[in-house]
């Protein structure tokens, strides 16, 4: 009944986008209006202050995960890989990959009790950060954590991929192939995905762009994929 009375549809996504073309939304009324950047304004902040305020080791790969802590997130992909990472190595690597946990949500309680419990050196869990500690992690970070559960990302496009991009990080993301996140990664070419329940895999990942800079620089490199959610593009196009 909205579909049929409304005079536009918006999506922030070419899945919705096309979902709303399966149930029938004429082309006239069906607009693409996609999230967009936030100006920032601020320099980054120097390098260091966020290992240095929170004990995390300056020679490691450090991997975040910032934003809700919901069932959808599939959180618990971190914790396995965490694990896996601290499991002695076939051939006997040391772990250099710490990987911290950021945010609030329904799962909050219960991932903190489980993050305390595993008691791993390479895995952090921490409250929401006020804007000046967040803009720190950002700078003292090495790689974004995006994780979806199986089956939510269809349609879904997460906004914090934005900000991570624009702070110039590659990404490490948990998807199904055919979600919104996946295509953008496969398209932008600025991180790896691996598929939900593959800790393993994204283990693997993390521990070879910690033994490999120049992947990682190169990663980074191609994060100007963003650009094209600025507002100075994405209104006028409105």
């Known amino acids: 009944f909205a579909y049929r009375h409304a005079a ?29 950047l936030r100006n920032s304004v601020a320099a980054p902040p120097a390098k260091g202050g966020f290992r240095r305020k929170f004990n995390l080791p300056p020679d490691h790969l450090l991997a975040v995960y910032s934003g809700n802590l919901g069932r959808k997130q599939g959180i618990d992909v971190l914790l ?3 694990t896996l990472l601290a499991s002695p190595d076939p051939v006997g690597r040391v772990n250099r990959v710490t990987i911290v946990i950021v945010g609030a949500g329904a799962e909050r309680d219960a991932l903190e009790q489980r993050v305390a419990a595993l008691a791993l050196p390479g895995l952090r869990f921490l409250p929401l950060l006020s804007d000046a500690d967040y ?17 939510t990302g269809q349609f879904f496009f997460p906004s914090k991929l934005l900000s991570l991009l624009q ?28 598929a939900p329940g593959r800790a393993d895999e994204l283990a693997a ?18 994060a100007n994929w963003v650009d094209r959610f600025s507002p100075g593009i994405v209104l006028p196009q409105f």
């Open 167 to 194: 702070a110039g990080l590659p990404v490490a993301t948990v998807a199904d192939a055919d979600s919104e996140l996946a295509r953008a990664v496969a398209e932008g070419e600025f991180g790896v995905n691996v």
């Open 8 to 36: 536009a549809v918006s999506g922030i996504s070419a899945g919705m986008m096309e979902e709303f073309r399966r149930k029938d939304v004429e082309t006239r009324r069906r607009v693409y209006f996609p999230n967009w």
């Open 135 to 151: 803009a720190l992690m950002l700078a003292d970070a090495d790689i974004g954590l995006i994780t979806q559960a199986s089956g």
């Open 205 to 222: 990942a993390l521990r070879r762009l910690s033994e490999d800079p120049g992947t990682l620089r190169r990663l980074a490199d191609r």
């Open 80 to 82: 396995e890989t965490a």
